[in-house]
C-alpha cells in the first residue's frame, strides 16, 4: 500500500515562493506518475504538473498556466517530488493535491493549502 503525505503549503505574497513536498512510502518515487493538481474554491480540480518515471520522455509536464513559474522534481534518496512554486499570483490560490500513480493504481495525498495574498 503506498502512502503518500504532502507538506509545504503556506501563505506567500505575490511574487513569492513556495515549495510543496510529496512523499511516498511503499514504492518508489522514481518508478511513479506524480501529478500536481490543484483546486481553487468555487472552481474545478486542475492539472498543474507532472513527474514522469525517470528515463521517461519527455519527463515533465506543465500546465500553460503555470509554466516557466513552477518546476517539478524529485530527490529519489528522500522519496519525494517537489513542486517548486515561484512568482506567484492570487490565481494560484488553491488547495494543491500530489497524485502518484503506480502500475494502474493512484494515491493520492491530503492536500496542502496555498495562499497567495498580500
Known amino acids: 500500500q503506498v502512502q503518500v503525505v504532502e507538506s509545504g503549503g503556506g501563505l506567500a505574497q505575490p511574487g513569492g515562493s513556495l515549495r510543496l513536498s510529496c512523499t511516498i512510502s511503499?514504492?518508489?518515487?522514481?518508478?511513479?506518475?506524480v501529478t500536481w493538481y490543484r483546486q481553487a474554491p468555487g472552481k474545478g480540480r486542475e492539472l498543474v504538473a507532472r513527474?514522469?518515471?525517470?528515463?521517461?520522455?519527455?519527463?515533465?509536464y506543465y500546465d500553460t498556466s503555470v509554466k516557466g513559474r513552477f518546476t517539478v522534481s524529485r530527490d529519489s534518496a528522500k522519496n519525494t517530488a517537489y513542486l517548486q512554486m515561484n512568482s506567484l499570483r492570487s490565481e494560484d490560490t488553491a488547495d494543491y493535491y500530489c497524485?502518484?500513480?503506480?502500475?494502474?493504481?493512484?494515491?493520492w495525498g491530503q492536500g496542502t493549502q496555498v495562499t497567495v495574498s498580500s
Open positions: 511503499g514504492s518508489t518515487i522514481s518508478l511513479t506518475d
Open positions: 497524485d502518484v500513480k503506480e502500475g494502474s493504481q493512484n494515491y
Open positions: 513527474l514522469y518515471p525517470i528515463d521517461s520522455s519527455p519527463l515533465m
